[in-house]
């Protein structure tokens, strides 16, 4: 499904709405909610708008487990690091526990033996069923999605939830969720504004599949919902 919007603030208060909103049916249904936060710039203003009293205050966040959809494998401090935005903008301003924010990066390891770990600290919190309740992921201008960049390998990934590689175009590792494990989520949204990933979208919601050159059309729950927030701009191009 997608839902378009003049504005990104208003696709921002969409997205904080059904966070608070899914929060609160999987509390109230098992005592806890799992999300996965998305990395770059497209999230900085939503984890700001989520940080406000207004939001955070709807949310228990001693019950809310934080992963990470996908990583840059630098140190925390670095300014690329996903995990230092997310505490930037929302994890240092929510009362969410430490004990319950799970970054997809360790000192001192190398990027494919902790993509090991992480598959087993999500089956150790999330069951072997290994369903979160809510992803939040950007779309870049190439159609990638989390860290499934075209052409990669990762691509055709069938059997692992985390995996990890060398991004050669980056010069650097990256450590992502897989396509079918993003794909058992309860709730995907997907955010995207901007004229530059018109072409884009377009390719990814309209045409032909090539998935190779268009990650993002791997996004196929196989049980829950996918939904684009998009703004006028970057849905420019969609009949």
Not at 215 to 237: N, R
């Amino acid at each position: 499904m997608v839902k378009q919007f003049k504005s990104k603030e208003q696709i921002f208060e969409t997205a904080a709405q059904l966070f608070v909103e899914a929060a609160k049916k999987n509390i109230d249904k098992k005592g806890f909610f799992s999300v996965a936060l998305t990395g770059g710039s497209s999230p900085v203003d939503l984890h700001k708008l989520l940080a406000t009293e207004a939001y955070k205050s709807q949310v228990d966040w001693s019950k809310v487990l934080v992963f990470w959809g996908d990583e840059r494998w630098v140190p925390f401090e670095d300014d690329l690091s996903n995990t230092k935005m997310s505490y930037e903008t929302l994890l240092n301003h929510v009362p969410v526990l430490e004990s319950n924010i799970f970054p997809m990066y360790k000192e001192g390891v190398e990027a494919a033996d902790y993509a090991q770990t992480y598959e087993q600290i999500l089956r150790e919190k999330l069951g072997d069923d290994g369903q979160l309740d809510f992803i939040f992921l950007g779309m870049g201008d190439d159609g990638h999605t989390a860290s499934l960049f075209p052409g990669t390998e990762v691509l055709h990934e069938k059997e692992k939830w985390v995996d990890a590689y060398f991004l050669v175009p980056q010069d650097m590792y990256r450590i992502t969720l897989t396509a079918p494990f993003i794909n058992k989520a309860d709730q995907i949204v997907v955010i995207a504004f901007g004229e530059k990933k018109a072409t884009a979208l377009r390719e990814v919601l309209q045409g032909e599949s090539n998935p190779e050159l268009y990650p993002s059309q791997l996004l196929k729950p196989t049980a829950g919902e996918l939904l684009f927030l998009v703004d006028d701009d970057v849905a420019k191009m969609l009949t």
